[in-house]
């Protein structure tokens, strides 16, 4: 066995949250070709398989899946070598971040102080955007998305998959069986989500009390004794904060969310000190 190259393991993690070759390739700015010659080399240099290779994709074998965490440590370990190096008062400036509504204002707002903290020369520009933030065109540095992007010259990680229940209030819940069940769900401009197609079926016929096209109005409906409505377990503190979960039906809806940059954008340290504290974060959350 000889000691591996880390850009090998880069190759090796890229192809791991890409799944194909060549969402791979899009993700490092190199042909297919290039990832697959890493792996080899990788794999012969550890003297192990880490990927069965099928027609339709690459799949991780026992080996590989137990390397993940390694790599993805030293990956870590080693953006936090490069910002060491480069001195915490480099890191200077304005850093835009788009992400949908409810996630910048329920799961990124409220746990961000240990993260600004650590970088005191960035100001961070939250940005709770329903759209698309074109990142070719530099509206933002950092987005976070539940859409994969396949434009070239996009660097795309996957962070985390986001799950959905049906929730209500506990006084409301008491006050009516579920043939009495009112729905808060989504308007028209959002009737297309997974998780408001799923709530579609499950009311069979129920009454809508409330559309929204707005999350923290469907959460804050809830919370009011409106109706019941499917939210993402993202907002964290549910049954603390007065809605209790209705586990039948369960919601199948599972929505990955993804972390996007451009190319030339990431290599900017403060942009990549952001993003390396963005993955810290939803990885910290992931292992909680």
């Not at 304005?94 to 949908?100: C, F, I, N, T």
Request: with cysteine.
């Amino acid at each position: 066995m000889n000691q591996p190259d880390w850009d090998h393991l880069r190759y090796f993690l890229a192809l791991h949250d890409a799944g194909t070759l060549s969402g791979a390739a899009r993700a490092a700015g190199v042909e297919h070709t290039t990832v697959a010659r890493r792996i080899d080399a990788l794999e012969a240099a550890l003297a192990v398989k880490l990927f069965d290779r099928f027609p339709k994709g690459w799949s991780l074998t026992a080996a590989g899946k137990a390397l993940v965490p390694h790599a993805r440590k030293m990956e870590e370990n080693l953006h936090g070598l490069m910002r060491a190096a480069s001195g915490s008062a480099a890191l200077s400036g304005k850093v835009r971040v788009s992400a949908p509504p409810a996630l910048s204002a329920y799961l990124l707002a409220p746990r961000l102080k240990a993260a600004l903290f650590r970088l005191p020369g960035i100001e961070l520009d939250l940005r709770g955007e329903a759209r698309e933030t074109d990142l070719m065109r530099r509206e933002s540095d950092i987005a976070l998305r539940f859409k994969r992007p396949d434009a070239p010259g996009l660097a795309v990680r996957a962070l985390t998959t986001i799950a959905y229940g049906l929730y209500a209030s506990p006084d409301y819940l008491a006050a009516r069986a579920p043939e009495q069940w009112e729905f808060v769900g989504y308007d028209e401009l959002m009737q297309e989500t997974p998780q408001q197609q799923w709530l579609e079926k499950v009311r069979d016929g129920r009454r809508y009390c409330l559309r929204s096209n707005d999350l923290g109005a469907l959460y804050q409906a809830a919370l009011g004794g409106c109706g019941v409505a499917v939210l993402p377990e993202y907002l964290f503190d549910l049954r603390r904060g007065g809605l209790a979960p209705i586990d039948t039906p369960a919601c199948p809806v599972k929505r990955k969310l993804w972390i996007v940059m451009h190319e030339d954008v990431r290599r900017a340290a403060p942009v990549r000190a952001v993003a390396d504290e963005l993955i810290a974060l939803f990885t910290s959350a992931g292992r909680s």
